[in-house]
C-alpha cells in the first residue's frame, strides 16, 4: 500500500517522498482514513510507530481550506504531556505544512518558557500544541480562545488522563465545543484510557497496533548483576568496550543523573544531565545535540522515558530501575524504534534484584544475569 491511495494531496505526498517515508506504517494505515472521514480515532500505538504522521496529515488535509476564524481562536489542539513532545509534534506539523499552498500556522506552547512571546504569536494560529498548564494560562489572558476548536488530539493521552493533569484537563475539556473531533494516541491502554474513551469519544475507529510486550522483542535486554558502588566504572567500561557512540542513561534522580554525567565527563566521556531542573532551552538545546549525534551520551530521569523519539537510538542503559514495570518498557523502548533492533543495558545492585524480577514477571521474560569479575 502507498500513501497515494490514502486520499492525501499532492504537496504532502511530495514531502512525504522528500522525506523518504517510503510507504505507510500500520497505525497511518488506519488512522490516516478514519481522520479524513471526521471520525473520532483511539489509536494504541507507542512513539515509534509513526503515530505522529498518523494524525498529522490527516489534520492538515482537513484545515486546509477552512478560512481562519476570529483571531487567536484556534481550529486544532494538540495536548501533550511534556515540553519535549510538544517540540517534536510542532516539528512533524512544520515539516508538512511548509508545502501546502494556503497558509496553515502551527505553535507549540509550554511552560519553563517566557509567557510574553508566546502571547504575541498566537495571533493566526490554526493548529495549537501544548501542554495543559501553559494552555490554561494563555487562556486566562485571553491570547488563546478554544470555542471553535474542531479537532482534539491527546497525544500520550494514558498521561494525560491520569490523576496528575486531572484538574487541568477538567477546565480544559470545559472551555471546548461538545461537537468536536477526538483522537486519543496511547501507547498502553490502562483504566484511565478505557473510562475516558466512554466519556470522550463518540463511537470511535480503534485502532490497536501491537503490544508493548510484542514491541519489546525487537529490542536486545541485558542485565548486569553489579555491586551498587561499581555502577559508575561498569558504565564507563561498557560504554569505552562497545564503543558506544550514542547511549540514553536512566537514572532515578535529578542529583543521581547529574552525578553520573559529571563523573563521565570527569574521564572524558562527552555527557551531559537532562532533567526538569534544566532551563527549557538548556534541555531543547541538548537533546538536539544529542539527537543529532553532537553528544555522546546523554543521562536522564523519566522525564525522557515517554513520547521523546530519537531516530535509531542504539543504546539505552537503565543505571538505576524505574519504579514501575511499564516505565520500564518505556524506557527501553526509547531504542528499538520504527522498526529497527536496539540494545537496552539494565543494571542491577542485589538491593534491585527483588524488584527487576516483577519487571520480568510483566514482561514475561527471564533474563540472564551477566557478572563481570571486578564490578559485581
Ligand atoms: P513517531 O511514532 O511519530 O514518533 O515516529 C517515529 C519515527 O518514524 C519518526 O522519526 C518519523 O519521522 C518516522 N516515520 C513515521 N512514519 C514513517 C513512514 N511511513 N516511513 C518512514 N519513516 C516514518
Avoid: C
Avoid at 500500500?1 to 504532502?12: A, D, E, K, V
Avoid at 501533550?80 to 505553535?107: C, G, H, W, Y
Avoid at 564503543?243 to 551531559?272: C, G, H, P
Avoid at 514495570?325 to 537496552?344: F, L, N, Q, V
Amino acid at each position: 500500500m502507498s500513501f497515494t491511495s490514502l486520499g492525501l494531496s499532492q504537496p504532502l505526498l511530495q514531502t512525504l517522498k522528500a522525506q523518504n517515508y517510503a510507504s505507510p506504517y500500520p497505525i497511518q494505515k488506519e488512522a490516516i482514513p478514519a481522520i479524513l472521514n471526521k471520525k473520532d480515532v483511539l489509536g494504541i500505538a507507542k512513539t515509534g510507530s509513526g503515530k505522529t504522521a498518523s494524525y498529522v496529515l490527516p489534520i492538515l488535509m482537513n484545515i486546509e481550506g477552512i478560512s481562519l476564524k476570529k483571531s487567536r481562536h484556534i481550529t486544532v489542539l494538540v495536548l501533550v504531556p511534556t515540553r519535549e513532545l510538544a517540540v517534536q509534534v510542532n516539528d512533524v506539523f512544520k515539516i508538512f505544512e511548509k508545502s501546502l499552498p494556503e497558509r496553515i500556522k502551527t505553535m507549540a506552547v509550554f511552560g519553563g518558557a517566557s509567557i510574553n512571546p508566546q502571547m504575541k504569536s498566537l495571533m493566526n494560529v490554526n493548529v495549537l500544541v501544548a501542554t495543559p498548564g501553559r494552555l490554561l494560562e494563555l487562556i486566562e489572558k485571553n491570547a488563546v480562545h478554544l470555542g471553535e476548536v474542531e479537532t482534539l488530539v491527546l497525544d500520550e493521552a494514558d498521561k494525560m488522563l491520569n490523576a496528575g493533569f486531572k484538574k487541568e484537563m477538567d477546565q480544559i475539556f470545559s472551555l471546548l465545543p461538545p461537537k468536536r473531533q477526538n483522537l486519543l494516541f496511547s501507547a498502553t491502554l490502562n483504566d484511565d484510557v478505557g473510562s475516558i474513551n466512554q466519556i470522550l469519544l463518540h463511537n470511535p475507529v480503534v485502532i490497536k497496533i501491537e503490544s508493548e510486550e510484542e514491541d519489546i522483542e525487537l529490542i536486545n535486554q541485558s542485565v548486569y548483576s553489579v555491586a551498587e558502588g561499581q555502577k559508575g566504572p561498569l558504565l564507563r567500561h561498557l560504554i569505552e568496550s562497545k564503543e558506544m557512540d550514542q547511549v540514553l542513561i536512566f537514572t532515578s534522580s535529578v542529583a543521581r543523573a547529574d552525578r553520573v554525567a559529571d563523573k563521565l565527563r570527569k574521564n572524558n566521556i562527552d555527557a551531559k544531565a537532562i532533567h526538569r531542573k534544566k532551563t527549557q532551552g538548556v534541555r531543547t538545546d541538548l537533546l538536539t545535540k544529542f539527537k543529532y549525534g553532537k553528544l555522546k551520551v546523554l543521562v536522564t530521569t523519566d522525564l525522557l522515558s515517554r513520547g521523546i523519539d530519537i531516530e535509531n537510538l542504539p543504546w539505552v542503559i537503565n543505571y538505576e530501575l524505574p519504579r514501575s514495570p511499564k516505565t520500564y518498557i518505556h524506557r527501553i523502548g526509547r531504542t528499538g524504534r520504527a522498526e529497527t533492533s536496539g540494545e537496552a543495558i539494565t543494571f542491577i545492585s542485589e538491593g534491585e534484584e527483588h524488584h527487576f524480577r516483577v519487571i520480568e514477571k510483566k514482561m514475561k521474560k527471564r533474563l540472564e544475569r551477566i557478572k563481570i569479575d571486578g564490578y559485581s
